[in-house]
Structures are given as C-alpha cells and as structure tokens.
C-alpha cells in the first residue's frame, strides 16, 4: 500500500528551536533546521513513503481569527533567531524533493487534516509527523498521528489513542471543546480541565448529549453543571475553532506530491 506522510514544519521546527542550543554558521542561526531536518529524515527512514508533503502555516489571519478575534491571542512573538530559519527550510525542503503547502487563511492543520482524509479515501496509509496534540483528531483507521514529544515521538493510532485517553479520535474535538487551550487561547468551560472533559465526553459521548442531559443526569455535579450552563456558548465556539477543516483549498493533488529526486 503507497503511503503519505506529512510533516507540520512549524511546529516541529518551534519544538527543534527551544531543545536543541543555539547553533550558528556563517553568523546564520541554524539549531531549528538541525532538529528539524533529524526528525524528518528519521521519518522518511522509517516510514519510507511514496508521497511526502510539509505543511506550513502561512503569516495570515485565518477564518477561526473571523469566528473569534482573540484567537491565538497573546501568544509570544517568534524569536528572530527562529524567524530567518523558515526560508533556509523551505529552500532545503524542495531541494530535497519534497511538496511544501501552505494556504493564506488556513493552519497547517487543515492542509494536514485534508490531504491525509484524500490521501486514506484513495486507499493509502497516512503518517502525520507534528509535535500538536490538535491532529490526533485526524486519526482514522488509516491514518496515524506521530507524536512528537519532548522525550520521544510517540505512534497514535486508534487503538493507541483510546487505549489512552478513553474516547475515540472523533471525539476529540469535544473534549478541547470542554477543556480549551491556553495555546490557541479556545476558551472551552472556565473551571473544567481536561480530566473533566474526558469523563464527560466518555460518560455523554459528545458536547451535544452533555447538554442534553443536564436537566436530567445524576453523573454531573450541581457545581459542574453551572460551569457548563455558564460557558455554552463558549463551549460551542470552542467545539468550532478547535475542529480541523478536512476540506481546505491546498492546490495540489495526490500525485503532485509524490517524492521526486533530490
């Protein structure tokens, strides 16, 4: 069976900038492009796909800054040092042969998130490198999500993922829906984390049905159903934002993105 991967650039590259120490050459910062390209030819060794693409996010607002301005909102600027490590990468990438996506209004997310869904209904395996507990939402039958930690990069496949959390993949997204995340500044219901959120999504099986059964269930504390009836509407806009778009515009097809010589 052919098999796709794809790699969240940025993200690996943010996590490769702050483990490995600043390195330079030629008075040009380069640690972020030595974690990065270790991970990446570690996974082109092991997985030996016939297609591989690196998503990137583009420097744009996106439809989920439309839906809710504060989103992403008070995040770190990229340090420089990192910053003038993106173009060098790119140019490394396509001289290595491999696709580089990126789409204005759009997070990489969502080209991941599309490309591997087209990817697994044309009968092909799917591997997602990225160091974003986001994706593990694309995880399908066909598709596994490759973790990357600050230790160890982690497989996640169906199995894998309810074997550790306790839902399936698709639920996923009510689960940040409920919990948030500081990162992407998603609200989610003020005062449940994520050991709430699970056990409610696991319990109701999805942010529909916990609603649904306030007025009725015993398995929700009185002080836990005014938390969620105060932060509906949060957890709504919350359940959106946090949902990857599996049909964004990524102006390829399958076959553009098979590896070419180096």
Same mark, same amino acid.
Request: with cysteine.
């Given at each position: 069976? #052919?098999?796709?991967?794809?790699?969240?650039?940025?993200?690996?590259?943010?996590?490769?900038?702050?483990?490995?120490?600043? %390195?330079?050459?030629?008075?040009?910062?380069?640690?972020?492009?030595?974690?990065? =390209?270790?991970?990446?030819?570690? +996974?082109?060794?092991?997985?030996?796909?016939?297609?591989?693409?690196?998503? %990137?996010?583009?420097?744009?607002?996106?439809?989920?800054?439309?839906?809710?301005?504060?989103?992403?909102?008070?995040?770190?600027?990229?340090?420089?040092?990192? %910053?003038?490590? =993106?173009?060098?990468?790119?140019? +490394?990438?396509?001289?290595?042969?491999?696709?580089?996506?990126?789409?204005? !209004?759009?997070?990489?997310?969502?080209?991941? !998130?599309?490309?591997?869904?087209?990817?697994? #209904?044309?009968?092909?395996?799917?591997?997602?490198?990225? !160091?974003?507990?986001?994706? %593990?939402?694309?995880?399908?039958?066909?598709? &596994? *999500?490759?973790?990357? &930690?600050?230790?160890?990069?982690?497989?996640?496949?169906?199995?894998?993922? *309810?074997?550790?959390?306790?839902?399936?993949?698709?639920?996923?997204?009510?689960?940040?829906?409920?919990?948030?995340?500081?990162?992407?500044?998603?609200?989610? *219901?003020?005062?449940?984390? @994520?050991?709430?959120?699970?056990?409610?999504?696991?319990? =109701?099986?999805?942010?529909?049905?916990?609603?649904?059964?306030?007025?009725?269930?015993?398995?929700?504390?009185?002080?836990?159903? @005014?938390?969620?009836?105060?932060?509906? @509407?949060?957890?709504?806009?919350?359940?959106?934002?946090?949902?990857?778009?599996?049909?964004?515009?990524?102006?390829?097809?399958?076959?553009? &993105?098979?590896?070419?010589?180096?």
């Amino acid at each position: 069976m #052919d098999r796709l991967v794809l790699i969240d650039g940025y993200s690996l590259m943010h996590r490769a900038f702050y483990a490995i120490p600043a %390195l330079s050459k030629d008075g040009v910062y380069t640690n972020a492009l030595f974690g990065f =390209f270790n991970m990446l030819l570690k +996974v082109v060794s092991d997985a030996a796909p016939d297609y591989l693409i690196v998503t %990137l996010d583009a420097h744009a607002p996106t439809f989920r800054h439309k839906q809710f301005a504060d989103y992403k909102a008070g995040r770190r600027p990229t340090p420089p040092e990192l %910053l003038e490590q =993106f173009a060098p990468a790119k140019e +490394v990438l396509r001289a290595m042969g491999f696709t580089v996506v990126e789409k204005e !209004g759009f997070e990489a997310d969502d080209l991941i !998130g599309t490309l591997a869904n087209a990817a697994a #209904d044309a009968g092909k395996e799917a591997y997602i490198l990225t !160091g974003d507990r986001d994706a %593990l939402q694309l995880i399908r039958d066909d598709i &596994t *999500v490759l973790l990357a &930690t600050n230790t160890e990069t982690v497989n996640f496949d169906r199995a894998a993922f *309810v074997g550790h959390y306790g839902v399936s993949p698709e639920q996923f997204v009510d689960v940040k829906a409920i919990m948030g995340d500081k990162s992407d500044n998603i609200p989610g *219901v003020a005062g449940i984390g @994520e050991k709430g959120a699970l056990k409610l999504i696991a319990d =109701f099986g999805s942010l529909d049905e916990v609603y649904a059964a306030l007025d009725t269930t015993d398995k929700v504390s009185e002080k836990q159903k @005014e938390k969620l009836l105060l932060s509906k @509407e949060d957890a709504f806009l919350s359940q959106s934002l946090a949902r990857i778009d599996i049909h964004a515009p990524c102006g390829v097809t399958l076959e553009d &993105t098979r590896r070419a010589e180096p």
